[in-house]
């Protein structure tokens, strides 16, 4: 099979399944086209019944205000009526009569805006449902006696006066002037719409309605409608036509409100995007296939030519075509087929150079191997001189004859060498951050709201919130930080604000003092942040696992780096949405810089601690003995547990002052214990203080989160505890103090 037909095959292979694809794509669009033509349709169809059932409920209550001032068996008053009556007629332009029944069903008082109105008759129906329940009624549409096309529809309400019917008030309305309340709420310029009443009689119809008025829908259409009050279907109208319809049932009056439009026209809609889709297919398909021939033929002019190329040099010439072949790949083949001769004879050299580079490549894995080895070694080295250091001075303490100098010196080695396998893991760290690209800030005074001006400012002059509103309040206020990372996130915040807000929307930028803290918001209305990510929203890469093209062609890095930055300056930041569509905004809150005139002065050294009662929570024994060992010695009372369970029982059940606390223990951890005790009664006056070997800022803020006062990291220091406690009473005494002084 020749290359043109092989790739025409290819290219219909390719465009089959698209084409299948894109036919059930299309009946799956025109399917949901449809339903939401269904859907719309019935909305409205709703809101006009409720705007309806409004206007008669409105006529209800004016109708009920008036009775309240009416008795029919007054002679007077009825007289009075027939003169005000007149005046409603002015004042209420849909009205066409009003008038007044005595209980016997007498007409006490009437007017009408036209002569022709007066043969008009409150329906007897109507009149003896009132009387058998008197509260207000709508009547079916009534016919106005020798009076061809005059239709009128009534709303009365009863009279009631100590507990007895004495008359019936009544409007009549023209089905003219429900005509004019379609009008008033149009749905649609293809839309018919039609009020029935209860029989199924048309009261008023947007088209034709001198021919439709009075007579009754058809009977397929009026069966659908029975026992229920909303529906969408297809049904054949009144004149023969098909419609698709909606209908929604008063909840007043129980008219029915419905509209239809033609099947043809709505159907011409949904079929040009699938004409445009099938045509579009069909070209593609034409295209390709014309393509896939003219590409086929290129392809195989080059192959002939190389064919004849091969051919020369296998037999030992060296003839080359006398142009150049059209396609670059064959051309490439063809210029490495000539070279090809030249280079075999350099075949040897060039093996020989690569094993050269293989050698200098193992050689420098050798060497990279033989620097962690050297690194490990040495690390080895650095952690077993303070072992060996603190062992040999272990075994000097142990020596009951050791002289009391010699046992200080020994004391004296074991805390330099703890000092120094500390600065060795803070080391290790410290290279680890490195590592993972944490930034080295550099801090100055600056004023915030002067960087957030130049980012505006910067912003604007590129256009990057072209045909979107920028709202700025921006009060002088100063941090302490990096300039060029503050403009970085309040440049990625803007950017991002300005990314997902459409055209005509606002952004909002706030820059304000609030307590020691400078909350820093953008606030927009553009597409909103999804509640399921919302969460993670500051998360690496959380953009990119929900669309790739959210971001338009971003990775979903922003936000992140700016948590990171925020964070980085001691600060912090929270987003907030109502859901998509509805805008979103991002707090920032950082450290407000105060001006200090006062001049600095050195922390005095604290007194020495009072004898507190102590509880050790510590599940290694050996470090909860020499702990607890070094606190007697200090004069303190202390009890031991080493599980978490046992240290909520021993902290809630005794009387105890302070609580040092391990994080890592076996049953309840550190944090758990935290909270149980704060939940208890003892935990409103117990000070806590966490001893971990987790180090990280992470961890500190998850303790202190959780009910920690104080969080040491270990090993244990006798000096920096004391100090803790030290700051946690003056801290309380301080309270203590201003509480004093504000009662007063």
Known sequence: MRIRAQLVLLVLAVIAPIALLAALATLGLWELQRESYHKRFQERVSALRIALDTELDATVRQLRALSEALDPGDGSSAASFGTHAERLLRHYPSWCLVGLLGSDGASLARAERRPALARAQLDDALIARIRAQPEANVSDLSDVADTAGVYVTYVAVPVIREGQLRGILYIGIEGTSWLEFFRRHPLHERATLTLNDRQGRIIARTLENER??????????????????????????????????????????????????????????????????????????????????????????????????????????????????????????????????????????????????????????????????????????????????????VSVLEMPAAKPDVAQRARQVIQRQIGHLATIINDLLDVARLDSGKLQLQRERIDLAQVVRHVIEAFCESGRCAKRTIDAALAPVRVI?????????????????????????????????????????????????????????????????????????????????????????????????????????????????????APKTERATPAALRALRIALVEDNADSRNFVAEVLRMRGHGVIEADSGVGGVQLIAAGDVEVALVDIGLPGLDGYEVAQRVRASPAGATVRLIALTGYGREEDKAKAIAAGFDMFLIKPFDMARFEAAVAELEAHAAFQSASHVHTRV
């Open 212 to 393: 439709w008025a009075g007579k009754s829908s058809s009977p397929q259409f009026w069966d659908s409608t029975r026992g229920r009050n909303e529906r969408t279907l297809v049904n054949v109208g009144v004149d023969g036509r098909r419609y698709y319809s909606a209908f929604s049932r008063s909840q007043v009056a129980s008219w029915l409100v419905s509209t239809g439009v033609p099947e043809s026209d709505l159907d011409a809609a949904l079929d040009r995007p699938i004409i445009m889709i099938t045509s579009g297919v069909i070209a593609a398909a034409v295209a390709a296939t014309l393509f896939a021939l003219l590409l086929g033929g290129r392809i195989s002019t080059a192959l002939t030519g190389l064919a004849g190329l091969v051919a020369s040099l296998t037999s030992g010439q060296r003839a080359e075509p006398q142009r150049q072949l059209a396609i670059e790949e064959a051309e490439t083949v063809r210029r490495a087929l000539v070279a090809s001769s030249e280079l075999l004879a350099k075949r040897e050299a060039a093996l020989t150079d690569a094993l050269a580079r293989e050698a200098s490549s193992r050689a420098s894995a050798e060497r990279a191997s033989r620097a962690k080895d050297d690194l490990l070694a040495m690390l080895g080295h650095e952690l077993r001189n303070p072992i060996s250091a603190m062992q040999a001075a």
């Open 481 to 597: 930080g990096d300039e060029t990372r503050l403009e970085q996130v309040v440049s990625n915040l803007l950017d991002n604000a300005c990314k997902y807000t459409p055209e005509g929307g606002r952004i909002a930028l706030s820059l304000r003092e609030q307590d020691d803290s400078v909350v820093f918001s953008v606030t927009d209305s553009g597409s909103g942040i999804a509640p399921e990510l919302l969460p993670r929203i500051f998360d690496l890469f959380a953009q990119g696992q929900r669309t790739l093209d959210r971001a338009q062609g971003g990775l979903g890095l922003g936000l992140t780096v700016v948590r990171q930055l925020v964070e980085l300056h001691g600060g912090s930041i929270s987003a907030a949405s109502e859901g998509p569509d509805l805008g979103a905004s991002f707090v920032v809150k950082l450290p407000l810089a105060r001006d200090d005139t």
